[in-house]
């Protein structure tokens, strides 16, 4: 009996879900629990298996195109099996350029002018805007070309490279559909350079070409969920922000002793790696703020589970630190390098960044002095940290320099008032100029 794969949801707020890359093809023999595909959620890439035996008869979404949970992509049949009507059912998949799968599957690739016609990546292309086809084998490491002088590359790496003066029409693109991504513009930067003629500097510089004045980007599924959540967080939620300026001198030289004890076992604590034990034995000590609102009740979680940000190439992510109230700040450090390094490569499962009652977002690392941070519904607070700097601070009457940091919480009024999220605060920076008290 032929068997439908559908496209799954693979995640607890997934949608719809982006066809990655196709492990098995159209006649390849299929066991049940095989791995067909690679999916892309809105968090991360997971892999589809097959829920029956049989023959890949049918492909119906191609790599790069979405689907919403539930359609089918695939069906996996006997060799003799009638599967027309299975077929006719695959008409609402997306293969990414608007155009359902099937049809872009059918479509020729239109040939290059002056050439052979070029080999062209169907993931790629469908990753673009309408129109964008990719030209040349991104499979075989060749560089990404869009046909008119631009060169397929994220935004990070697009940053990356002006900032280390790496050309990326000289890049190899490993990303999806070969597109440039942040490891191949730091591979590139690390590479040698071959020396060249020295420019004529008195001649004059020549213009740039025209091109285009705008590039348009497909929205992928991580970016269409944060958009979602952000929407349903700062207009409903009614939102308030405390600020607090903490003095860093203690934690500082805490952290530094800490990283000398635990320097044999390989591991290194952050800045950010204490802020989360404070954050979190504060929680601990004020249930009334480590709580989520429903719209009948307030629900004051017994346990503490923070929500670190991490920003990936897509957009942000939260892997969740359990219990960090009770674990020390070595193994809260050592936690959280390796969720943060499967962030990156979309690697987390989703228990491992869904569950939090409280989050974390630290832009200090940027120099980001201040900010305030959107609150993740249904939790009722999120604590943005900017940047440690030195301070001219008044100490018994005269002006000294103390390393300080600006932290700023957000508050869902709903759940936490002005003078809760004060007296939390105060807990927490308690916590912070005096570290001795979370590490007994």
């Known amino acids: 009996m032929a068997t439908k794969v559908h496209m799954e949801a693979l995640s607890p707020t997934m949608e719809e879900g982006q066809l990655v890359r196709w492990l098995k093809h159209e006649g390849d ?12 959620t809105d968090k991360a890439t997971m892999e589809l298996v097959a829920r029956g035996s049989g023959v890949l008869r049918k492909i119906g979404l191609a790599e ?16 003799d099996e009638d599967i027309a009507s299975l077929i006719g059912e695959m ?23 002056g050439s052979a016609a070029p080999a062209v990546s169907v993931r790629a292309a469908a990753e673009e805007a309408p129109a964008t086809v990719i030209v040349g084998s991104a499979e075989a490491g060749a560089v990404t070309d869009l ?4 060169v397929k590359a994220s935004p990070l790496a697009r940053r990356l490279a002006a900032e280390a003066g790496v050309a990326l029409a000289g890049v190899a693109g490993s990303g999806p559909g070969g597109r440039i991504v942040k490891r191949d513009v730091e591979a590139a930067a690390k590479a040698p350079v071959r020396a060249g003629p020295m420019p004529d500097v008195s001649a004059a510089t020549p213009r740039a070409p025209a ?11 991580m970016r269409k969920t944060i958009a979602k959540r952000l929407v349903s967080s700062i207009g409903p939620v009614p939102t308030f922000y405390l600020t607090v300026n903490l003095d860093m001198t203690r934690l500082l030289a805490a952290r530094q002793e800490v990283n000398r004890r635990v320097e044999a076992k390989g591991v290194k604590t952050s800045i950010n790696d204490f802020i989360v034990k404070a954050l979190a034995m504060a929680l601990a000590n004020h249930p009334e703020v480590n709580a989520s609102w429903g719209e009948t009740v307030i629900t004051r979680h017994h346990r503490v589970h923070i929500g670190v940000a991490v920003a990936i190439e897509d957009g942000l992510i939260t892997p969740v630190v359990r219990d ?11 936690e959280v390098r390796e969720l943060a390094g499967r962030a990156r490569e979309k690697k987390l499962k989703p228990e491992e960044y869904t569950g939090a ?6 832009l200090g690392m940027f120099g980001i002095e201040e900010f305030t941070a959107i609150i993740n519904p249904p939790e009722a607070g999120i604590l943005a940290v900017g940047q440690v700097e030195e301070q001219a601070v ?47």
Do not use: W, Y
Request: aromatic share 4%.
């Open 29 to 40: 023999e299929i066991g049940e629990g095989d791995i067909l595909a690679e999916i892309e």
């Open 64 to 79: 790069g195109g979405t689907a919403k949970v539930g359609q089918i992509i695939a069906v996996i049949a006997a060799t």
């Open 91 to 113: 008409g609402g998949a997306s293969s990414g350029n608007g155009k359902p799968a099937a049809a872009a599957a059918a479509a020729p690739p239109p040939a290059q002018a």
């Open 147 to 150: 046909g008119d002088g631009r």
């Open 211 to 221: 091109g285009p004045d705008a590039e348009a980007f497909a929205v992928s599924q």
């Open 324 to 334: 960090a109230d009770v674990k020390g700040v070595a193994e809260i450090a050592a």
């Open 357 to 362: 009652t409280f989050s974390i977002s630290n």
């Open 394 to 440: 008044a100490e018994n009457g005269a002006a000294v320099i103390r390393p300080r940091m600006r932290v700023t919480m957000s508050c869902d009024h709903r759940v936490i008032d002005g003078a809760t999220g004060a007296r939390f605060l105060q807990t927490f920076r308690g916590f912070i100029e005096e570290p001795v008290m979370m590490l007994v």
